[in-house]
DNA sequence: CTACTTAGTGTTCTAAATACACTATATACC
DNA sequence: GGTATATAGTGTATTTAGAACACTAAGTAG
C-alpha cells in the first residue's frame, strides 16, 4: 500500500465539476448553458464545468466555474450528485461531481472573457439537447430543487434581500410549474416565522405598494415540508 | 484542449469509494466496520471501502467491496454524497464518493478473505472514532438512510421477503430510534398501498400467529412523506 | 386448563390543507 | 379631480391527515 503519489500508482479517472445555474427571469425559471468552445461536441450547448485543478475540491471548483461563466459569488450552492457512467465522455473515464447554484437574475454577469462560450439564460420548458449527459445532470438539478424548495429556506437565494409577498409567492409557483392559492400561500409561510415584515413598501409601480419583508437567516435551514 | 488520455495531460485526483452497510441484529441497527490492515490509520477502525479501478464506475466499486467485505450481492445501493476535503487523506488529494447500502441480516457472510480486516457490525449508538473522515460519512448515511424510510420503501431492503407488521414497524422504530403506536403504525402503512397480506402465517413462536405480508413492489419507490 | 406472549382492531380529538371572493390603495390617464 | 386599472391584502368553512389511547384474539408452554 502506498504513502505518497497515490495518483502515479493507481488508476485514476479524470475528475470534472459540471454546475447547474438556475436563475429566474421574466416570470420563468432558466438555466445558464454555455456553447462549447472545444472538442468533444465542439458548438454544441452544455452546463458550464471544468476540471478540478490540484489543491482545488470540487466546491473550489464549482465556484470558480460560477465566477468565470456567470460573473457571480457568495450565491447558493450544493453538491447535486457524481455522475460516472463509463460512456458518458468520449475522452475516457471522466466523472462529473455535479452542483446546482441559485442566483438573483441581477447578480449574473457574463465576463467578456467567457465570450467564446457565450453563456446563455434558456428557460427550463426550452432546454436544447446537451453535450455528455448534462441533459440528466439538468433535470436531476431541477428536481432537487423543485424537492428543496418545499421543505427549506433556500427560495432566499432567488430573492432579492427585501421582497413583497407577491414576489415570494412568485418564485414558489416559477419554480414549481404551478399557480398557488395566494391566501393559503401568505398563510402557510407566515406561521412559518422564516420572514419579517420591515417597515417598508415597494414603491415605482402603478398599483397598491406591498409590504417589504426579510428573511431572517439566509443561510440553509431545513423545515418540515410545507408546500 | 486533449482528445484522449485525458488523465495524463491534467492533474487528477485520487478516487475512493466508501460505504456505509446498515443491518439489523437483535433489534439494534448496526454498521459494518473494518480494521484497516495498512496506513494509514492502520489498525484503526474504518468504513470499507477501495479505490476506483479502470472501467469501474464508482457503484461498480461500491458493489465489489460490498461482494469483497460483507459477501453480498444484490442488496440495496444508493449513492451518498461526495467527500473530497483536502486534508480528508493523509496520502494526498484523494477524494471519496461515499455509498450506503442496507442488507438484511442473514444475507451478510464475512468471507475468510476479509478476515485481515475483521469485519464486524457494530451497533450505531456505540460507533468507536473512525478513520479518515469517515464519521461524518457514516452521519451522513445515517440521516438519509432516517430521512428516506419516511418517504419511500426502502424499508423492503431490510426484511424478508414476507414478514409481519410487528416485525416491519420494528425496521421503523430501530432505524428512526423511537417507538411508534401500533395502531396509527399499522392503519397509515396499510392505506399506502405497498404491501400485501399473503395468505401465510408466522409460526414457530409460542404465541398467536401472526399474517405475513409482501412488498408489492422490491424496488426503489418514492412517495409522500408518511412518517 | 391456566398463564403467558404477541397479534389484531376503532374512535375521538386536534392540526393542517384546501377551496373560495371581495375590499384596499396606489398610479395613470382623461 | 375623478375614474379606470392594477396589484395588495384579508377570513371562513370544509376536508383530510395525524395523534392519543385500551382491550380482545389466538397461539404455545407448563
Request: no cysteine.
Amino acid at each position: 500500500m502506498p504513502e505518497k503519489n497515490i495518483q502515479k500508482e493507481y488508476f485514476n479517472p479524470g475528475v470534472t465539476v459540471d454546475i447547474a445555474i438556475f436563475t429566474i427571469e421574466d416570470g420563468a425559471l432558466k438555466m445558464l448553458v454555455v456553447n462549447r468552445a472545444h472538442e468533444p461536441f465542439k458548438g454544441a450547448p452544455a452546463l458550464p464545468g471544468g476540471f478540478i485543478h490540484e489543491g482545488e475540491t470540487s466546491r473550489d471548483t464549482a465556484l470558480r466555474v460560477l465566477a468565470d461563466k456567470a460573473g457571480v459569488s457568495g450565491v447558493y450552492v450544493e453538491q447535486l450528485f457524481t455522475f460516472d457512467a463509463l460512456d458518458r465522455d468520449p475522452r475516457g473515464q471522466i466523472m462529473s461531481v455535479a452542483y446546482f447554484a441559485l442566483v438573483p437574475r441581477d447578480q449574473i454577469h457574463i465576463h467578456t472573457e467567457a465570450a467564446t462560450e457565450n453563456p446563455s439564460l434558456i428557460t427550463i420548458s426550452a432546454l436544447p439537447k446537451l453535450a455528455f449527459d448534462h441533459q440528466s445532470i439538468a433535470s436531476y438539478a431541477l428536481k432537487r430543487v423543485q424537492d428543496k424548495i418545499q421543505y427549506t429556506n433556500i427560495a432566499y437565494s432567488l430573492l432579492p434581500k427585501s421582497f413583497s409577498l407577491s414576489q415570494l409567492q412568485s418564485v414558489y409557483e416559477t419554480v414549481l410549474g404551478k399557480k398557488l392559492d395566494k391566501r393559503n400561500f401568505r398563510k402557510k409561510f407566515l406561521q412559518l416565522d422564516l420572514i419579517r415584515a420591515t417597515k417598508k413598501k415597494s414603491s415605482g409601480g402603478r398599483q397598491r405598494p406591498a409590504l417589504l419583508y426579510k428573511f431572517m437567516k439566509t443561510m440553509p435551514s431545513e423545515l418540515r415540508r410545507f408546500f
